[in-house]
């Protein structure tokens, strides 16, 4: 027979499951995040919601959640899982790249915003030292379970939001013990226990860190072997799981153990099929640490305090908002970065329902003032999307608004990029580490201003209206390159440019052969169709695979691309053959100087 808790643990499992799979397809239909969506679900199975009717409709059991520790440990293997996602992404020598902004303007957001928040409450409330900076300190953690998905690592936004909020997940150890040692009757010496702690984390990061390079590799190595998925993904959990335990074991959060085991995993070679296989589950334990928020939103509470409640978060928000954008613009980031991470980070976290929960058991806050926060947390963390959704939208105004990039900005001595999609951003990375000027227009103003915010100089103007061509200063330009991906316009913009300047170099991105011709014919110095390349490459590689020798491969190769360029030259009726064949590298020297 299947006892009452295992039937609850069940229609749990069930009331999930039919959340993800109603939630993110209807979401995902009218482009909302899914986020907004499992936050409302679990405000609508919640003890606030249908939950609490249950006592009059026992049908309601079955899919309705009693209460947020019914399913609390899904919801920590979801934070689990998502610093393990983060590790995978990263690598020991990016994360040492970071350790300015993790330890310096991590630091300081930290510690300036909870002191802050702090004095506030001090000030307002009826609080002691201890517990107004204790809140203050809560207050100024941000949500890395919410923050990260939405912007990931790699952009502008992401390394400042990610180095933030890592000093913060490796903050809150010391946070918890600290006011441990401030609680009316400490047990035993919090200092000497502390200290403990610290040195037996870094030792079990040590350990490791040593075991994780000598064995992941033939772990999963093996498991590639067998060529089967289970036992890849078997393997895959049980290096989080491992790694989480062993940190937890000695005092530190699980999650710095995950994403230890993400940053070691990311440096062998098997770091890309690890991550697809394990995404299902990031996505879906997330899923359930959103629900759990939603179930944490009393409305009879908030009804009964909404003047205080709206007041409590617009104050927190605003304070966190100002001093990450202030401390990030002294750090040297842009205006509109600034911006939009102050704003991304300015709700509280989850972990700030855990330091919550820590000055509440030991004394510093009482039972009444711990609920009133830990309903402002829910709030924030409900909004964190919409706050993500007005931080983008105002970074791209600031942009468009910044000097950086002056419209009347002389173009002596420059290539000129015309369209800013993933092949301009190609030529301008390649431009700037040789040391060559350019400047690029985009008619996409989210392009322009998300180009910004990575350091790129861009600026909005439509070239399909008439005389935008003229304020681009290309009479002056070394060389223009043309990356849009209308082929009508291209044509168009090639035959206006060759008529105005004879002499000026003119590389334009074609489709195929087809559009190469044109774009020789109407005065593109040179065309390159982007699929050529694309495709040798690939056919390259397949017939390596298959064992075919290296000599009669290239030699296919280049008889591919002199018929394209005999192709070209019958369309587009050329004196000339077209550059399209691929750069060699130069043979290296000898020792009189002479090319062997």
């Known amino acids: ?157 992401g390394r400042a939001s990610f180095s933030m909020l890592l000093f913060e997940d490796l903050a809150i150890v010391p946070i918890i013990f600290i006011l441990g040692a401030f609680a009316p009757n400490p047990a035993g010496d919090n200092t000497e226990l502390l200290l403990t702690t610290l040195w037996q984390g870094v030792l079990v990061v040590a350990v490791l860190a040593v075991a994780g390079w000598f064995l992941l590799p033939r772990i999963f190595a093996q498991a590639a072997r067998a060529k089967d998925p289970e036992l890849f993904l078997a393997a895959s959990l049980l290096v989080v799981i491992v790694a989480a335990l062993a940190t937890a074991t000695v005092g530190l959060s699980p999650i710095v153990g995950a994403l230890l085991a993400g940053l070691m995993i990311a440096e062998t070679e098997y770091h890309g099929e690890v991550e697809a296989i394990t995404a299902p589950f990031k996505g879906l334990a997330l899923g359930v640490f959103l629900i759990s928020v939603g179930m944490g939103l009393d409305l009879k509470s908030i009804a009964e305090q909404w003047p205080l409640l709206i007041a409590a978060v617009v104050g927190v928000i605003a304070v966190k908002a100002v001093v990450t954008a202030l401390l990030l613009r002294f750090s040297g980031a842009r205006r509109g970065t600034a911006a939009e991470v102050g704003l991304l980070m300015a709700s509280p976290s989850e972990t700030t329902l855990i330091v919550l929960t820590a000055a509440l058991t030991a004394g510093i806050i009482d039972p009444e003032t711990a609920s009133f926060w830990q309903l402002v947390t829910a709030i924030g963390l409900t909004i964190t999307p919409l706050l993500a959704r007005i931080g983008h939208d105002m970074a791209r105004r600031i942009e468009m608004r910044s000097d950086d990039t002056p419209v009347d900005e002389p173009a002596t001595a420059r290539t000129v990029i015309v369209g800013f999609g993933r092949v301009g951003r190609t030529v301008a990375e390649l431009l700037r580490e040789h040391g060559r000027a350019y400047i690029a227009v985009d008619a996409n103003i989210d392009s322009v201003a998300m180009a910004r915010r990575d350091g790129f100089k861009v600026r909005f103007a439509d070239v399909a209206r008439q005389g935008s061509l003229d304020k681009l200063g290309i009479e002056s330009a070394d060389a223009i390159v043309l990356t849009m991906d209308d082929p009508v316009q291209q044509l168009r913009m090639t035959k206006q440019l060759r008529l105005k300047f004879p002499d000026l170099p003119i590389i334009s991105r074609a489709r195929d052969a087809d559009h190469a011709a044109a774009l020789y014919q109407a005065g593109a110095s040179d065309a390159v169709p982007e699929t050529l390349e694309s495709s040798l490459q690939l056919a390259e590689a397949v017939l390596i695979d298959l064992g075919v020798a290296m000599g009669p491969v290239i030699a296919s190769i280049h008889d591919v691309r002199a018929k394209m360029r005999h192709d070209i030259m019958t369309k587009g009726q050329l004196e000339r053959e077209p550059r399209i064949r691929k750069l060699q590298t130069a043979p290296p020297r000898s020792e009189d100087g002479v090319r062997s």
């Open 1 to 157: 027979m299947v006892s009452e808790t295992e039937t609850s643990a069940i229609g749990n499992a069930l009331v999930v499951l039919g959340a993800a799979g109603i939630v993110i397809p209807a979401f995902a239909r009218f482009r909302l995040p899914p986020v907004i969506g499992f936050i409302l679900v679990g405000l609508l199975v919640g003890p606030s919601g249908l939950g609490s009717l249950a006592g009059d409709y026992p049908w309601l059991k079955h899919v309705t959640i009693g209460s947020t520790e019914d399913i609390a440990l899904f919801a920590e293997f979801g934070i689990i899982m998502l610093l393990f996602s983060i590790g995978l992404e990263l690598s020991f020598r990016r994360l040492w790249q970071l350790r300015k902004l993790v330890f310096g303007v991590g630091a300081a957001e930290l510690l300036l915003g909870g002191a802050i928040l702090g004095g506030g409450l001090w000030l307002l409330g009826d609080l002691s030292t201890p517990a107004a900076f204790g809140l203050g300190i809560a207050l100024a953690l941000s949500s890395t379970a919410l923050v990260l998905p939405m912007v990931g690592t790699k952009s502008a936004v």
